[in-house]
C-alpha cells in the first residue's frame, strides 16, 4: 500500500513526503512541476510527471501502485492571481481536484486528505479565534475555488465509499529542521520567506502595510504555523481516516498570532544584519488579527504541535534560504529542467 | 452575428431558440443531445452536435459563426441524481460551464446569459417571497453546482471583459402557446408535467407529499412560471447586455404560488378525465411555500409577464402533451438516433 502525494515537489508536498517516509510509509508522487522541483522530492519517493487530471498518468499510478489515500496539494495558492485570472484557479483548484477524485473514487482510493485554507472564512472583524462555524465567504477566488471543492468533498462522502479530511491552513512557514525541504519557489509574497531574503541581501527591503491596527504594536497579526507540524497534522488524518472515524473539516494553525513587526525583529534578530522595512497604508481586505481556533485538530486528530515558537520557524526558514544560496539555486533550476525533459 | 444556444434541444433552450428566431436573431444550437431531441431543435437554427466543454466543437463554432452572446442552458437539472452521483454535476453543470466560458472569452464573447435556479437559496422557513438576497445556502449538490457557477460568472466579469446575467429560476412550466415546443424528455418529476401525464393515462397515479402544511388547503405551494415568459426574461437580459448596463443576478418566476391540489383541480378541469392521487408524508426539505420576489428582473430588465395564469399554464402544458402522442414519441425517436448519426 502506498499514499498518493500531488504537489509533492511543492513547499508544503515536499515536506509531506518526508514526514510520510519518516513514519515508514510508501510514497508516491504526482507533480507537473509547474512551481516545483524534482530536486525537491525526496529520492524514496516513486515520482509520476503530470497533471492531477490526467486520466492517463491517473490510470498509469492506480496500476503500478497499491494506492490507500491521496493527500492532494496540487494546485494555485496566490490570491492576486487568482483575482486577475479567476478562471483558472477554478479549472486548477475546483475543476482538476474533481477530476482526481473522480478517478480516485473510479480506483477505490477511499480516503482523501485535502490542504484548505482560511481564505474560505469570509472577513474578520474581531480578533477571536476562527472556528470551522465560522460564515464560509471567502474574499477571493483562491478562497472560493478550495470551498468548492470542500463542498465536492462533502457531497462525494455521503454519495459514495469515500472520506476525507480537509484541513484548512492559515498562515504555514518555516523548512525541515533536518534542513532536508523548504519553501523555494520565487516569487513568494509570504512575510517569512520574503523577511529571510531581505536579511540575506536578495532583496532590498520589506514592506509593512498598515501601522494602524489595533494590535499589540499596530501592524497585522497572523496565525504562523510550522510546515513540519501542518505535515505532521496530515498523518494524524491520515490516521483518522485508516480507523474509520470519518470525515472531518478541521483548522490547522497556533490558536496565537505574531505581528509583522514580531516577524521582522525576529528575523532580525537570528540573522544580525537589518534590512530596510518600507512603511505603507493598510491593503484593503487585510484584517488586524486572523488567528485558528484549532480545538478541533487537536481534540479529533490528536494533534500536537512541535515547532510553535516563532523563533524556531523563522530559525529554519532562515537555514533554508541559506542552504538554498549554497546549493546554487540556478544550476537546481537547469537539473530541473533536464530531469523534467527526461519524463520521469 | 449570432446568438450561441447551448441545451437548445432540451425543455427551456427549446422555446429560447423559437423566442430568438421570433425575434429576428441568428441562433446557432450547440447540444449533445444527451437528454433533448433533434426534432425539438426549431429547424431555422444552426444545430452542432457536441459538449459545451469540447474545445473542438467550440472552436469550430466560434470560427464558422461571429457569436455574439452566448445562452446557455445544457446541464443537469434532476436533484436526486445529484445526490447520488454528486461529481458529474459538478461536471456538468460546473466544469463545463467554465471550460465553456474560458473558451467564449478567449473567441471574444464578451455576453453569457446563465440558466440559475431557486435551488441556490437555503431552506425556506416563512412564505415570504424570496429575495436575490437571501442567504445562498443550497440543499443539494444541483443548486449547489449552480451556485459554483454564478460564483465563477461574478469573478470573471470582475477579470475579463466579460459580462453575464444569471436568472435564478422557480418552478418552469407549460409549452409554447403556439404548439412549436413543450417538455418532451420522459422520467420528468414536475408536478404540472405528471399532473399532465396521468391526466392523459399515461400514467396511474399522482403523488401528492403532504397535506399538513400551513398553505391555503394543506399541499405545498411554488411559483410556477411559464416557459415562455422566462424565455421572454432571457431576451431581455441579453438586451440588458447589449445596452452596456452591467452584470445581474435575478429571479425568474410570478411572486405568488399555486398549490399542488390548485394544479391538480386544474388539470382535471381543463382535460375532464379524473386520475388517482395518493396522499403521502411530506418529504424532507420541502418546503410549505417557495415564491419568488421578481421585482429586481421588472426593474432591471423590463419583464413584463404575459402567461402568468395557472390555466394558461396548464392548458399549454395538455396541449404539448396531446401534441407528443400524434406525432407518436417512439418514431421520433427513432428519427432522433437517425439524426444525431448522421452529426449534424
Given at each position: 500500500m502506498a499514499i498518493l502525494v500531488t504537489g509533492g515537489a511543492g513547499y508544503i508536498g515536499s515536506h509531506m513526503v518526508w514526514a510520510l517516509l519518516d513514519a515508514g510509509e510508501n510514497v508516491v508522487v504526482l507533480d507537473r512541476l509547474s512551481t516545483g522541483f524534482r530536486w525537491a522530492i525526496a529520492p524514496a519517493a516513486r515520482f509520476y510527471l503530470g497533471d492531477v487530471a490526467d486520466a492517463e498518468v491517473l490510470k498509469t499510478i492506480f496500476i503500478e501502485n497499491d494506492i490507500e489515500a491521496i493527500i492532494h496539494f496540487a494546485g494555485s495558492a496566490v490570491v492576486p492571481a487568482s483575482v486577475a485570472d479567476p478562471l483558472s484557479y477554478y479549472d486548477n483548484?475546483?475543476?482538476?481536484?474533481?477530476?482526481?477524485?473522480?478517478?480516485?473514487?473510479?480506483?477505490g482510493v477511499r480516503h482523501f486528505?485535502?490542504?484548505?485554507?482560511?481564505?474560505?472564512?469570509?472577513?474578520?472583524?474581531?480578533?477571536?479565534?476562527?472556528?470551522?462555524t465560522a460564515p464560509l465567504n471567502p474574499e477571493n477566488p483562491y478562497g472560493q475555488s478550495k470551498l468548492m471543492t470542500e463542498f465536492m468533498l462533502r457531497d462525494a462522502a455521503a454519495a459514495y465509499d469515500f472520506d476525507y479530511v480537509a484541513l484548512r491552513y492559515f498562515n504555514v512557514a518555516g523548512a525541515d529542521p533536518h534542513g532536508r525541504a523548504g519553501q523555494s519557489t520565487s516569487g513568494a509574497t509570504h512575510l517569512i520567506k520574503v523577511a529571510?531574503?531581505?536579511?540575506?541581501?536578495?532583496?532590498?527591503?520589506?514592506?509593512?502595510?498598515?501601522?494602524?491596527?489595533?494590535?499589540?504594536?499596530?501592524?497585522?497579526v497572523r496565525d504562523y504555523i510550522h510546515v513540519t507540524d501542518l505535515a505532521q497534522a496530515h498523518l494524524k488524518a491520515l490516521q483518522h481516516l485508516r480507523r474509520g472515524k470519518g470525515s472531518l473539516v478541521a483548522n490547522c494553525g497556533y490558536g496565537s498570532g505574531y505581528s509583522?513587526?514580531?516577524?521582522?525583529?525576529?528575523?532580525?534578530?537570528?540573522?544580525?544584519?537589518?534590512?530596510?522595512?518600507?512603511?505603507?497604508?493598510?491593503?484593503?481586505?487585510?484584517?488586524?488579527?486572523v488567528v485558528a481556533d484549532a480545538s478541533l485538530a487537536h481534540r479529533m486528530l490528536e494533534w500536537t504541535p512541535k515547532y510553535d515558537s516563532l523563533e524556531t520557524i523563522v530559525r529554519s526558514a532562515l537555514d533554508w534560504e541559506l542552504e538554498l544560496i549554497t546549493r546554487r539555486v540556478e544550476d537546481l533550476h537547469e537539473m530541473r529542467r533536464a530531469l523534467a525533459a527526461a519524463s520521469f
Amino acid at each position: 500500500m502506498a499514499i498518493l502525494v500531488t504537489g509533492g515537489a511543492g513547499y508544503i508536498g515536499s515536506h509531506m513526503v518526508w514526514a510520510l517516509l519518516d513514519a515508514g510509509e510508501n510514497v508516491v508522487v504526482l507533480d507537473r512541476l509547474s512551481t516545483g522541483f524534482r530536486w525537491a522530492i525526496a529520492p524514496a519517493a516513486r515520482f509520476y510527471l503530470g497533471d492531477v487530471a490526467d486520466a492517463e498518468v491517473l490510470k498509469t499510478i492506480f496500476i503500478e501502485n497499491d494506492i490507500e489515500a491521496i493527500i492532494h496539494f496540487a494546485g494555485s495558492a496566490v490570491v492576486p492571481a487568482s483575482v486577475a485570472d479567476p478562471l483558472s484557479y477554478y479549472d486548477n483548484n475546483s475543476g482538476k481536484t474533481r477530476a482526481l477524485m473522480s478517478a480516485a473514487i473510479a480506483a477505490g482510493v477511499r480516503h482523501f486528505v485535502f490542504s484548505s485554507t482560511a481564505a474560505v472564512y469570509g472577513p474578520q472583524k474581531g480578533s477571536e479565534p476562527v472556528k470551522e462555524t465560522a460564515p464560509l465567504n471567502p474574499e477571493n477566488p483562491y478562497g472560493q475555488s478550495k470551498l468548492m471543492t470542500e463542498f465536492m468533498l462533502r457531497d462525494a462522502a455521503a454519495a459514495y465509499d469515500f472520506d476525507y479530511v480537509a484541513l484548512r491552513y492559515f498562515n504555514v512557514a518555516g523548512a525541515d529542521p533536518h534542513g532536508r525541504a523548504g519553501q523555494s519557489t520565487s516569487g513568494a509574497t509570504h512575510l517569512i520567506k520574503v523577511a529571510c531574503e531581505a536579511a540575506l541581501g536578495r532583496r532590498d527591503s520589506v514592506h509593512v502595510y498598515g501601522i494602524d491596527y489595533p494590535t499589540h504594536d499596530g501592524t497585522g497579526v497572523r496565525d504562523y504555523i510550522h510546515v513540519t507540524d501542518l505535515a505532521q497534522a496530515h498523518l494524524k488524518a491520515l490516521q483518522h481516516l485508516r480507523r474509520g472515524k470519518g470525515s472531518l473539516v478541521a483548522n490547522c494553525g497556533y490558536g496565537s498570532g505574531y505581528s509583522v513587526l514580531d516577524v521582522l525583529n525576529m528575523v532580525t534578530r537570528l540573522h544580525g544584519h537589518a534590512f530596510k522595512i518600507h512603511m505603507a497604508p493598510r491593503r484593503p481586505g487585510d484584517a488586524a488579527s486572523v488567528v485558528a481556533d484549532a480545538s478541533l485538530a487537536h481534540r479529533m486528530l490528536e494533534w500536537t504541535p512541535k515547532y510553535d515558537s516563532l523563533e524556531t520557524i523563522v530559525r529554519s526558514a532562515l537555514d533554508w534560504e541559506l542552504e538554498l544560496i549554497t546549493r546554487r539555486v540556478e544550476d537546481l533550476h537547469e537539473m530541473r529542467r533536464a530531469l523534467a525533459a527526461a519524463s520521469f
